[in-house]
């Protein structure tokens, strides 16, 4: 008997923070990625990463260290964790500023999912990850999670610029605020994953019967 299968990987949501604010604007982004990832109807996890770019790492933190534009009239945010590949640094802790609200930040609009952590440049982050939890709804699809604010943005970032790689001896040469528009669903690679199960054995069997005549 043969048993048969595909099992597609489910796509995520990648978007880059590509628009400075004033502050920022002396910089070359991308300054950071933001990846939307549907783990199922209800639950969606999302990871911001800093980005390297003109010789400078651009480093999450402070107030407003990452912020999205949920999707969803009522959502919990749950395991915060962030991390921070330089030398000297002790990321966050972080504290969930809304829901329920929401808040304005910088010139980028409201948001109603926002992240703090830590005050200081040490407590920086180049990654920080956390889960949405639909309490009211689902989404249909992994570009359904999060949604443009009345300013155009769905995510934003508050961005410490510093030399490459991070050292937390070096400071930061500015701060700012990096925002996002848009992005791409993208199957992650070896997203389709067959799964044969005796497929080998009944291949031999039939050409067996086939030598046997």
Not at 15 to 20: E, V
Not at 24 to 36: A, E, R, Y
């Amino acid at each position: 008997m043969v048993v048969f299968g595909l099992q597609q990987a489910k796509a995520d949501f990648i978007s880059f923070l590509g628009t400075p604010n004033d502050a920022l604007s002396g910089n070359t982004g991308p300054f950071g990625k933001v990846v939307v990832h549907l783990v199922d109807s209800d639950t969606a996890t999302v990871t911001f990463t800093s980005l390297t770019n003109g010789g400078n790492i651009y480093l999450f933190g402070d107030g407003s260290t990452a912020a999205v534009n949920v999707n969803a009239t009522s959502f919990s945010i749950t395991g915060v964790s962030g991390s921070n590949a330089g030398t000297g640094f002790t990321p966050g802790p972080y504290t969930v500023e809304n829901p329920p609200g929401t808040s304005n930040i910088s010139t980028f609009g409201d948001f109603n999912g926002v992240i703090d952590s830590f005050d200081g440049f040490t407590h920086s982050s180049d990654k920080v990850s956390f889960t949405l939890n639909n309490l009211t709804g689902t989404w249909s699809s992994v570009a359904d999670v999060l949604v443009a604010n009345a300013d155009g943005f769905d995510a934003v970032a508050h961005i410490f610029v510093t030399s490459s790689p991070a050292n937390a001896d070096n400071g930061a040469s500015v701060t700012g605020f990096a925002g996002e528009t848009g992005g791409t669903v993208t199957v992650p690679d070896g997203g389709a994953t067959a799964m044969l199960t005796g497929l080998g054995l009944t291949t031999l069997g039939l050409v067996r019967r086939f030598l046997i005549g």
